[in-house]
DNA sequence: GTGGTCTAGACCACG
DNA sequence: GTGGTCTAGACCACT
């Protein structure tokens, strides 16, 4: 299974969100599908070394937004993969982080090339994608 | 000046960053140039209904990283552009910026090439400036 | 830890500023050093006897600063140290302390010499760090 | 009259402070001396420009601390030359100083030797001095 | 428990 | 009028 979580802990945004997070894009990239498990609350707490609370916080949200569902003492499993977001939603929420994104980097004195460059060189880090 | 400010309650970015952000922003599109007055704190809390302890943590904030100066009993006013960080602190700002905007819309299912011009059609906006 | 923060009440160096400086010194002296907690932000403010809030104030200005990080629902570190600013800025930042420091102190009519000796006694102390 | 006052707006030190230290200053290392006249207020308003209430504020303290003496219709003019402070006083404000001074550039990352060297630097620049 | 955000309201210093 | 500091107390998010 190739599927991985990495968390940033200096990060605002919060590590159970990081979790819930990364687990929808492993859906959205078909990296996880329907009926793979994911790892146990421990051993995922143990791996990220976080608390096991932060990383239950996170295994609720994603039964509560039917992204996986929970087998007693069996363990997590991905659901039926359904669209997340709306068009709308997401091309929102594109342009909300882009926009924070591009006003942190002109003030910071980028300019536009180096901006597009950049962006393509950390693309190019991250593994798994289609396109 | 064809400067203003909006902001969003129950938004989950705080008041505070989305007044930064809104100066930031003004100040790239040069909407707002070196040495003209942002509106003064408490008239500026009195527009937006916030705590006028809420616009001077922004401000603080705006004073912090260089792009406005207070002047006591006067006012605040945007202040001339220094290179205020270094090399590598501007490259791991960028970088910061860049993984949690990468991260975010990743997230979100986008793929690299729509991020790529997705970037590329927010930078429109910004004509005016450099590059 | 050998670490301790006093403030005076009454000063007309506010609070937070005491904090910060106090903070800064012990870094300095290496009292606290790269990873060591900071006390937290409502047991400080209970033992100083002032509002969480001025603590927390000096804090922030602590990680803006770079010298500590914050993490949320673990507490305050010292941070790494790292570049932050520009040769520029350091030169700027250097001159703009030392003009006020000598301003202060030709004011109060010490002479050049007497100024020399001051600081370098002052130095002696921090006699465990680099040069 | 070899007797100048600059100020620096953007310092945190009230500009009507900074003209009490300076006169305080002059008189400490004899620029000036007992029956010398004070420009006016107006006159001196004009060319620090600032306002005048700024530097009525300012006389009046020199006024108050004994260290000048108005007479009506003709000026202000410097009083007996008196110790301003004690030793001890004197000691303790150039600590207080140094201490601050001391924390900021360590901070920065400056070395004992560069703190040294870059403070007999700006001395160097300031014009009139004693030793 | 931790830090982060916000409000309401006060007082001060400066111009 | 301006910004700066501080208090008291609330609520939230995270671990």
């Known amino acids: 299974m190739n599927f991985q979580i990495n968390i940033l802990l200096g990060s605002d945004v919060p590590i159970y969100r990081q979790i819930v997070e990364q687990v929808k894009h492993a859906v959205a990239i078909a990296a996880l599908k329907e009926g793979d498990s994911l790892p146990s609350i421990r051993s995922l707490a143990n791996r ?37 977001y709306s068009k709308e939603e997401l091309r929102r ?24 460059e950049g962006i393509q060189s950390r693309l190019a880090d991250v593994a798994i994608l289609k396109d």
Chains 1, 2, 3, 4 share one sequence.
Do not use: P, Q
């Open 93 to 116: 929420r594109f342009n909300e982080s882009a926009d924070r994104f591009v006003g942190d980097v002109l003030m910071l004195g980028f300019k536009k090339s180096e901006i597009i």
């Open 48 to 84: 990220l070394v976080v608390n096991h609370n932060t990383v239950a916080k996170a295994y609720n949200l994603l039964v509560a937004e039917g992204i996986a569902r929970s087998e007693k003492g069996r363990g997590l499993f991905i659901a039926t993969h359904r669209n997340l």
